[in-house]
């Protein structure tokens, strides 16, 4: 980390983030949210307290003034994703899940037209394929290879194999913190796929020039970037692109005129017609400030800093022995610093080299006042390749026993389902989180039974 990246991001939590030290608490779960800094907070509402804000939808003195900083955070996203204004749309959604949904519920799919999704990929891009399957659209899911990357081969020759459609995946994985590689956007559009970028755990600390890397579809939430505001996430989409999408209903806000009876609608253009309702009008303006105050720091600076907490925290975590000499823990993906972000799933291990129920963590992490996240995290393919679940495998559980049941399920399997450990920095953490985290992953290690026989259930 360069002198001048330690000394910004050092003065920053002291700055922005001093309710941390307060508390007493370290937070190391950055890809579940970042944390609010004050200054946006203080900020928003000073915005509020001196100004009159109405619902966009009218032309009253208040709406415009509405209208116009809405616009004008339209125009801060799209140069926060370096995305030129003639190639794309800003439609503003409640979270990144709500701008995947709209691509979900309105693409073409058909028995010609199908659905590729990576194995790692959040349960919000998995969800796709319910509607692709309703459309007879074929769907493939394509495979991890080592350290939980993923199979280029396979990806290359399920774009190959067509039928070309919705090509969908992460920029970075939130279980591994795995990047992927950005160049099959490219690729995947030259052979005619329409490509779904989720950017979600990648934006915080990894820019995004869509520019150079032309997504059909990006989705993304501001408060996993800098944690205020909340309840606002982005699809970013090309013109082209969001004209193929064909919109299942319409309501308040979607429409330009409509008829109770008979049934006749107008939907307005883009991004309008994809909006719902009313929009977060008084939490927008915040992503102008938002996307400024990263901006400030620099993706250079945040990905110095937390890079080199990430190494800090594998190279501690692989450090850590048993009295014997076993290895204690074991990280799940790459361990080196290249096309990872900062984020880190790991396991705590019993001398006999299985996992200790990654529950006894969360309860010794939480005592400690550290917060880390446990389980699957929201993406079962990642989890499925740690505990050797293949798609075989799974397909006899569902087969054998209730797919409605998930215990039922459970029970196909051989009992629960491992979860991990994930911790995950960002710009308010400092080392001193990382050794608090490591000296309680050492003492529960060095305290782990060797019985393995624990309470199975779901992860």
């Known amino acids: 980390m360069t002198a001048a990246a330690t000394g910004q991001l050092a003065g920053l939590r002291a700055e922005e983030f001093p309710y941390l030290d307060a508390a007493g608490q370290a937070y190391l779960d950055y890809t579940g949210a970042a944390l609010p800094p004050l200054s946006l907070v203080r900020g928003s509402a000073e915005r509020l307290a001196r100004g009159v804000y109405g619902n966009p939808h009218s032309a009253s003195p208040a709406s415009l003034a509405s209208t116009e900083l809405v616009a004008e955070a339209r125009r801060a996203v799209l140069a926060f994703c370096r995305a030129p204004a003639e190639q794309y749309a800003v439609v503003f959604t409640p979270n990144a899940t709500g701008a995947i949904r709209l691509v979900a519920e309105a693409f073409p799919f058909?028995?010609?037209?199908?659905?590729?999704?990576?194995?790692?990929?959040?349960?919000?891009?998995?969800?796709?394929?319910?509607?692709?399957?309703?459309?007879?659209?074929?769907?493939?899911?394509?495979?991890?290879?080592?350290?939980?990357?993923?199979?280029a081969a396979a990806v290359a020759a399920a774009l190959a194999a067509g039928p070309p459609g919705l090509f969908a995946y992460p920029g970075q994985s939130n279980a591994t913190g795995v990047r992927h590689p950005l160049s099959w956007v490219a690729e995947a559009r030259r052979q005619g796929w329409r490509v779904l970028l989720d950017a979600?755990?990648?934006?915080?600390?990894?820019?995004?020039?869509?520019?150079?890397?032309?997504?059909?579809?990006?989705?993304?939430?501001?408060?996993?970037?800098?944690?205020?505001?909340?309840?606002?996430?982005?699809?970013?989409?090309?013109?082209?692109?969001?004209?193929?999408?064909?919109?299942?209903?319409?309501?308040?806000?979607?429409?330009?005129a409509t008829a109770a009876d008979p049934a006749w609608y107008l939907l307005s253009p883009p991004p309008d017609g994809f909006e719902d309702g009313s929009l977060a009008f008084l939490a927008l303006p915040d992503v102008i400030a938002a996307a400024g105050w990263h901006g400030r720091i620099g993706y250079p600076a945040l990905a110095a800093h937390t890079g080199a907490l990430t190494r800090r925290l594998i190279d501690g975590l692989t450090a850590l022995r048993h009295p014997g000499g076993e290895p204690a823990a074991r990280?799940?993906?790459?361990?080196?610093?290249?096309?990872?972000?900062?984020?880190?799933?790991?396991?705590?291990?019993?001398?006999?080299?299985?996992?200790l129920d990654e529950r006894l963590a969360q309860a010794a992490t939480a005592a400690a006042g550290i917060s880390v996240r446990t389980g699957c995290f929201c993406n079962p393919g990642v989890t499925e390749q740690d505990n050797g679940l293949t798609p075989d495998r799974v397909a006899h559980a569902l087969r054998a026993g209730d797919p409605a049941s998930t215990d039922a399920y459970l029970r196909q399997l051989g009992g629960r389902v491992q979860g991990s450990v994930r911790a995950s920095t960002g710009a308010a953490?400092?080392?001193?989180?990382?050794?608090?985290?490591?000296?309680?992953?050492?003492?529960?290690?060095a305290r782990a039974p060797a019985d393995p026989a624990e309470p199975r259930h779901g992860c």
């Open 200 to 256: 979600a755990a990648m934006l915080p600390t990894a820019g995004l020039d869509l520019g150079a890397v032309p997504a059909d579809f990006v989705a993304l939430s501001w408060y996993k970037i800098t944690g205020f505001p909340s309840g606002v996430g982005c699809l970013l989409a090309r013109h082209e692109a969001l004209a193929e999408l064909h919109r299942p209903w319409f309501s308040g806000g979607t429409v330009q």
């Open 110 to 151: 058909a028995p010609g037209r199908g659905l590729a999704l990576l194995r790692d990929n959040h349960n919000s891009v998995l969800g796709l394929r319910c509607y692709a399957t309703a459309a007879g659209a074929p769907v493939r899911v394509l495979p991890l290879g080592a350290e939980h990357r993923a199979d």
């Open 331 to 355: 990280v799940l993906g790459p361990t080196g610093p290249a096309d990872r972000g900062p984020t880190v799933a790991f396991h705590l291990l019993r001398p006999d080299g299985t996992p």
């Open 429 to 445: 953490t400092v080392e001193a989180d990382v050794d608090r985290l490591l000296t309680v992953c050492a003492e529960l290690a």
